[in-house]
């Protein structure tokens, strides 16, 4: 190609793209120069006001089983060691202490959880309910009921998240099948192998459309 394409003789010419190109970043400038400054590019957002907590102990106050509970733990300590250590509420079981065998199931607004996997701060506000809680009017719970009915337990350490995990699952469901309370109950471990035992109190449980004392059945 001629070298002296593109140019001219006072030097190199300028194309119109090159000109086009030097016009828009132009105006940009002239208009970014131009334009007022809103008040939230005057004054910068004050940042969010965070408070601190711990590392010492914090006063907390949990909802267990209706009763308000106080205590002061420090901000990293789990509801599980909260309710046994410091509330005195030892029915939920350390077992795993990793979110893997349901020893510790309590509910938490109706919902099973492992309380090794929540902070007691996280829990406040909320209603808990532990195997203490599950009583009708003075008397034993149906589904506590149908596990000493039908003998489904041995060490015990396993049974109050079981009974926990299985009220929440009829709390649902009334009317749930034995196939859907298994299901419900998948979290749950029993090293002893009673598991034959749960299904005969799972299954007279759905005959009763879990609802109905044992001792009352015909």
Avoid: W
């Amino acid at each position: 190609m001629d070298d002296t394409q593109g140019r001219n003789k006072n030097g190199p010419r300028l194309s119109r793209r090159d000109f086009l190109k030097g016009s828009g970043a132009a105006a940009a400038a002239s208009a970014l120069a131009q334009a007022p400054l809103t008040a939230a590019d005057a004054v910068p957002a004050p940042e969010p006001q965070v408070v601190g907590m711990g590392p010492g102990p914090v006063k907390l106050e949990l909802n267990v089983n209706d009763a308000p509970l106080t205590a002061s733990v420090e901000p990293r300590v789990t509801l599980l060691d909260t309710l046994r250590n410091y509330l005195d509420v030892t029915g939920c079981k350390r077992v795993c202490d990793r979110g893997t065998c349901g020893a510790c199931t309590v509910m938490v607004d109706g919902k099973p959880i492992y309380s090794c996997t929540m902070l007691a701060l996280d829990a406040q506000g909320k209603k808990i309910k532990t195997a203490e809680g599950l009583l009708q009017g003075g008397n034993l719970d149906p589904v506590p009921a149908a596990f000493a009915h039908h003998d489904a337990q041995q060490c015990g350490f396993c049974t109050p998240g079981f009974v926990v995990a299985m009220r929440a699952v009829l709390d649902r469901n009334p009317q749930a099948t034995a196939a859907e309370i298994e299901a419900g109950l998948s979290g749950n471990i029993c090293r002893c192998g009673t598991y034959e035992q749960m299904r005969q109190a799972v299954v007279s449980l759905c005959r009763n459309a879990g609802g109905k004392r044992e001792g009352k059945e015909g």
